[in-house]
């Protein structure tokens, strides 16, 4: 069985594609497929389905999902906690996805722009157009975002490779759909700047200040000022490498931190990573919020974390459908997932705390409110998260 959700969703068996008579039918698989292999509760169902639910709503569900188990040949299971469809490896197209694009990054972080820009590539390829197009936006909020993050790596790949002019039409489009995200207008300006056409990347700029103060009523940020400025110079690009995280020994059992080296790219925003640090060595919890691509994965991972001191030890889990497993990776021990919520909280608990006494542990999990809208069935199993 094949569930294709990176662009209309679809589901095909051997003998063709499986029907999916009513949009609530849809949705249902939907819910279902976005937490494959863990149990969903009828309430979330329910508020999945209706905004306002009838009273026949618990009774509904049933009939629902015994019409949607009855087409997938009985995929479908019910479970103390709810409902749960399985997937076998490699019948869902997210996951492939998702693999291919933290290959990707993780290549582009490694120095290796050739290996990135087809990992990448591959990785976007897989797409068939916008995901989830006839169902709510919140089913398709975290793959848009996912594939953006792909086309942005990719582009970031195939600058360090010297194909500027190759991705000027990408990045045009791409700036377009996203007005306000400067990190794309920056690689737009280096793009039409490495392509010879000094005059059309200041132009870039012009545009996007401008529809930002109309707008927003705010700046530019450091990155496009300092492209302007180098621009308006005539000088050479500076050609830094892209951020690169090394994997280091740390004093505590089992765990391993990563730490973000020197950043070249990264200047300015003194007072907010000042503020953010007393924060952290004040309170146990610290929120950052912002709006999409303002920069706060790279204040807190360039900037704060960056900058702490071998008093640290940094802890950081990327965006992922299943953080407790990315939390217990990033420990470096296997916990058990399915002990008892308490049980798990207990066993995380004692390996952060396993370590020298003059040694604190930052953990830095980013894209957490999605990671709680998204994935609230395995967060709703721990307290820690």
């Known amino acids: 069985m094949e569930f294709r959700v990176l662009g209309p969703l679809v589901v095909r068996t051997g003998e063709g594609e499986v029907p999916l008579r009513s949009a609530?039918?849809?949705?249902?698989?939907?819910?279902?497929?976005?937490?494959?292999?863990?149990?969903?509760?009828?309430?979330?169902?329910?508020?999945?389905?209706?905004?306002?639910?009838?009273?026949?709503?618990?009774?509904?569900?049933?009939l629902y999902v015994h019409q949607l188990k009855r087409a997938l040949g009985g995929r479908i299971s019910r479970t103390p906690v709810g409902y749960e469809l399985t997937v076998e490896p490699g019948e869902l197209d997210s996951t492939r996805f998702d693999q291919l694009l933290e290959d990707g990054e993780q290549a582009l972080a490694d120095g290796n722009p050739a290996k990135a820009a087809d990992l990448l590539a591959e990785a976007l390829g897989k797409w068939r157009g916008p995901a989830y197009p006839d169902l709510p936006d919140q089913f398709a909020a975290r793959l848009d975002e996912a594939r953006l993050r792909a086309a942005e790596a990719r582009v970031t790949a195939e600058l360090a490779l010297g194909r500027h002019a190759e991705v000027v039409g990408d990045l045009q489009e791409l700036a377009r759909q996203h007005p306000y995200r400067e990190p794309l207008h920056a690689k737009l300006m280096t793009a039409l700047y490495g392509a010879n056409r000094q005059a059309e990347a200041l132009e870039t700029f012009r545009r996007t200040r401008e529809r930002l103060i109309d707008d927003l009523g705010i700046e530019p940020g450091p990155e496009l000022r300092g492209l302007?400025?180098?621009?308006?110079?005539?000088?050479?690009?500076?050609?830094?490498?892209?951020?690169?995280?090394?994997r280091t020994d740390c004093p505590y059992r089992g765990l391993m931190a990563y730490q973000p080296e020197h950043h070249p790219w990264f200047f300015g925003r003194d007072h907010l990573i000042e503020l953010v640090t007393r924060r952290i060595e004040r309170h146990p919890v610290v929120g950052v919020f912002g709006a999409s691509g303002s920069g706060k994965s790279s204040l807190l991972r360039a900037g704060v974390v960056g900058g702490l001191d071998e008093t640290w030890r940094p802890i950081v889990i990327t965006p992922t459908a299943r953080p407790l497993e990315a939390l217990s990776n990033a420990l470096?021990?296997?916990?058990?997932?399915?002990?008892?919520?308490?049980?798990?909280?207990?066993?995380?608990?004692?390996?952060?705390?396993?370590?020298?006494?003059?040694?604190r542990v930052l953990l830095v999990v980013d894209q957490l409110e999605e990671l709680f809208t998204l994935c609230a069935n395995e967060c709703e199993r721990s307290q820690f998260l």
Not at 29 to 50: D, F, K, Y
Not at 233 to 238: A, F, I, V, W
């Open 332 to 359: 470096g021990k296997r916990l058990d997932l399915n002990a008892d919520p308490a049980a798990f909280d207990i066993a995380v608990r004692n390996e952060l705390a396993n370590g020298p006494d003059d040694v």
């Open 228 to 246: 302007h400025e180098t621009m308006l110079q005539g000088r050479p690009l500076d050609q830094a490498p892209p951020p690169k995280v090394v």
């Open 24 to 62: 609530k039918q849809r949705i249902l698989l939907a819910m279902l497929l976005r937490h494959a292999n863990t149990p969903v509760s009828q309430h979330r169902l329910i508020e999945a389905l209706w905004e306002v639910p009838p009273a026949s709503a618990q009774e509904n569900v049933r």
